[in-house]
């Protein structure tokens, strides 16, 4: 293949260098097509054919169902790997040593305290506020407490601040929900592993003992790994677009935490369950909504289902289903939920509409019914989605800035009124 784009307007050609990935992906690098061309831009909403940064963090192929963080495959890091030492690879580019997982940990633990007037703003919310929102809000809220800004190229700057991160971060989260649930905040139990003082923060009870159950926390830590990070979707992307002004870490951060809550984004995992409830007290005619999903004058789509990237299987959906599987048997619970789950998704997979579009269960299809039997509440679902990509947003914010990437300002094709003159109130 030729490694040179040719453009052609008005009899006039432009040439273009075409760039090849480490897994020989294409990209016509315009960098200079407005200067050259005198203006001309090129036009596409919703990014679908974009690459609007390089980056050496997340690979994965659409077409061929694969997801690799920094060059491993996330089916082996989801079997072999813990949240934590993936967060590490993640945001500093290889798998911790012994000794480096040793410090990373402890300096986490020095630093998942925060400050006491975080609960005077969360007294401020309303119980019924949804804990999006609230997260988003608190997380911001940590710039006012932690106001100096980190020096991205020192290294020992930016472990700091990352260890700052990680740590406080999984204490709003729990809060989020005791918020939620009405229940006294906590602070879990240093001596615990990260995933496992994040269970025991959210669910003890303040007279109860509490007892950890491995195969929630074994659960729990293959979750947060499978949602860790996903090149630039949608809320990835807001972190870097936001970040690229100079905005701080944090409130970079809560700006991707509320684009993660919309329903076609992180929102999906809540739509799913709701959308699985309703077909239950519905009689659970499954094909019905299939019917629904499939008629273009009814607005119902089948949530859970679909992807903007992967059009062959979510590799994650798989490792999720399995997981959601061996959940529900270790912890007993019989959920008619899962078999119309199981029903949909086979009957949705091989019909024509769903085939032809190549419309497979996401990773969200499955993921709501995990937490469901985890006992979390569905409101909580997108924001147990944060705090699993909280390190990939991390990673890409640091690049980001590393790569002194410029403060991202799209163009647009202006299709409004032409220059017209101010029309008087009286003659309006
Ligand atoms: N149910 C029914 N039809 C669907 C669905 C669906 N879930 N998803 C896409 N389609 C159809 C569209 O109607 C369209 O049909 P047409 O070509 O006849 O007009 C075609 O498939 C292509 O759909 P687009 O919306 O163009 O695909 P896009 O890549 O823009 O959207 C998205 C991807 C947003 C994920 C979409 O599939 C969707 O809305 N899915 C449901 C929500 C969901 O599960 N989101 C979670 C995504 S994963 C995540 O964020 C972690």
């Known amino acids: 293949m030729s490694n040179i784009a040719i453009l052609e307007v008005d009899g006039k050609r432009y040439e273009f260098p075409m760039l090849k990935g480490s897994e020989n992906e294409i990209t ?29 963090i997340t690979f994965l192929d659409g077409e061929k169902g694969i997801l690799r963080y920094r060059g491993y495959s996330i089916e082996e890091l989801a079997e072999k790997s813990d949240f934590l030492e993936v967060a590490y690879l993640l945001i500093f580019g290889e798998l911790p040593t012994k000794v480096q997982k040793a410090d990373f940990t402890k300096e986490i633990k020095k630093n998942n305290i925060v400050d006491e007037d975080i609960k005077k703003i969360l007294d401020g919310f309303p119980r019924s506020a949804h804990p999006m929102g609230v997260l988003s809000a608190l997380t911001s809220a940590l710039t006012a407490f932690n106001p100096k800004s980190v020096n991205v190229e020192s290294e020992k700057d930016m472990f700091k601040a990352v260890c700052k991160i990680l740590g406080k971060f999984p204490v709003l989260v729990a809060w989020t929900y005791k918020k939620e649930e009405g229940l006294p905040l906590a602070y879990g139990d240093n001596s615990l592993g990260y995933v496992e003082n994040i269970i025991k923060m959210m669910f003890e009870r303040p007279n109860e003992k509490f007892v950890m159950n491995p195969v929630v926390v074994k659960a729990l830590d293959k979750l947060l790994i ?21 905005t701080g870490l ?8 509320s684009a993660l809550w919309g329903p076609l984004h992180g929102g999906a995992n809540q739509a799913v369950i709701e959308m699985l409830e309703a077909i239950k007290e519905d009689g659970g ?6 019917a629904k999903a499939k008629d273009k004058d009814d607005p119902f789509r089948l949530m859970g289902f679909g992807h903007r990237v992967y059009k062959n299987f979510d590799p994650r959906a798989n490792i999720i289903k399995e997981a959601a599987e061996e959940v529900l048997n270790d912890l007993g619970i019989d959920d008619p939920v899962l078999d119309i789950a199981r029903g949909l998704a086979k009957e949705a997979l091989s019909d024509e509409y769903f085939k032809s579009r190549n419309l497979y269960p996401n990773v969200d299809f499955y993921s709501g019914i995990i937490y469901r039997a985890l006992g979390i509440p569905v409101p909580m679902f997108t924001v147990m989605f944060a705090l ?19 403060i991202s300002r799209p163009r647009q094709l202006y299709t409004g009124a032409p220059l017209r ?6 003659e309006r």
């Open 388 to 406: 699993g990509r909280l390190p990939g947003w991390i990673a890409q914010w640091k690049e980001m800035r590393l790569r002194k990437e410029p």
């Open 28 to 56: 016509i690098d315009i960098n200079n097509l407005r200067s050259v061309t005198g203006g001309i831009t090129t036009l596409d909403p919703g990014f679908k054919n974009t690459s609007s940064c390089e980056s050496a």
């Open 226 to 246: 499978l949602h860790a990070d996903h090149e630039q979707n949608c809320s990835t992307s807001t972190v870097r677009v936001v970040g690229s002004s100079q």
């Open 250 to 257: 944090f409130a970079s951060l809560s700006a991707g935490i």
């Open 421 to 426: 003159a101010f029309v008087e109130e009286a």
């Open 285 to 290: 005619d499954y094909q019905k909504y299939i």
